[in-house]
């Protein structure tokens, strides 16, 4: 999505060669309407999703704000896993699953009531960034527990350069990403698809 490329390479900050900041528009400071033209992205992305898919899944706290985008434009409600176990606001009949955070370099255990997955429906995970894939594994799982079924993985920022993606497609996973990064040396982010987004044919919004 070029809209996100340029805006990435615009405003983005490269803290590492494999950490990316994008908290002046994405997690932390929040550009609604950018959010929003992401979240059609999606939707045209999933069109083939529209009025099958009954969820969207994310995690706290960084995919809440771009699920809830998306979840507009498909009209279904978003469902986040909640990070710490034992925690005297969630329910005590909950899936939980461990995840790795990427950022954080912790284990956490993230949970979602029963109650709020049932078995048949089916569901679409949404996060701002994919990595390790530690994160979307870990909700592939709280689904797989719900005996829901997957739609896919729609992710706002993929480091190509990192295993996520390949691991969860090499395992039939449809990830869907909007940018995908194929390095971020000297600072300079670059594209997988630049060369191919520089084509006229090959534009986008
Ligand atoms: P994974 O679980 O795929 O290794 O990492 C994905 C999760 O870690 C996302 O939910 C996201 O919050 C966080 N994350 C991974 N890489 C980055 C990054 O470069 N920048 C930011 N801001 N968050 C990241």
Redesign the pocket.
């Known amino acids: 999505m070029r809209l996100l490329e340029e805006r990435i390479r615009r405003e983005a900050l490269v803290v590492s060669p ?6 002046m528009f994405l ?1 932390h400071l929040i550009d609604a309407a950018f959010l929003d033209e992401l979240g059609a992205e999606f939707a045209r992305v999933f069109a083939d999703e529209i009025g099958r898919i009954t969820k969207i899944l994310t ?1 706290e706290a ?2 809440i704000a771009i699920a809830c985008a998306a979840a507009r434009h498909f009209d279904v409600p978003v469902l986040f896993a909640k990070k710490g176990f034992g925690n005297k606001t969630l329910d005590k009949d909950v899936y939980c699953s461990s ?5 954080k370099e912790t284990v956490s255990t993230v949970s979602v009531a029963r109650r709020f997955l049932c078995p048949g429906e089916r569901v679409l995970v949404i ?10 594994r870990g909700l592939l799982n709280i689904i797989e527990q719900a005996d829901a079924e997957l739609a896919g993985v729609g992710i706002v920022i993929e ?1 190509g350069f ?1 295993p ?1 993606g390949m691991e969860l497609r090499a395992q039939g996973v449809r990830v869907e990403s909007l940018a995908v990064i194929e390095s971020m040396g000297d600072g300079r982010v670059t594209f997988a698809d630049s060369e191919a987004l520089a084509a006229p044919q090959a534009a986008s919004i």
């Open positions: 494999d950490v990316l900041r994008v908290d997690n995690v960084s995919g995840v790795f955070s990427f950022t996060d701002d960034f994919l990595a390790n894939g530690a994160a979307a480091k990192q996520g």
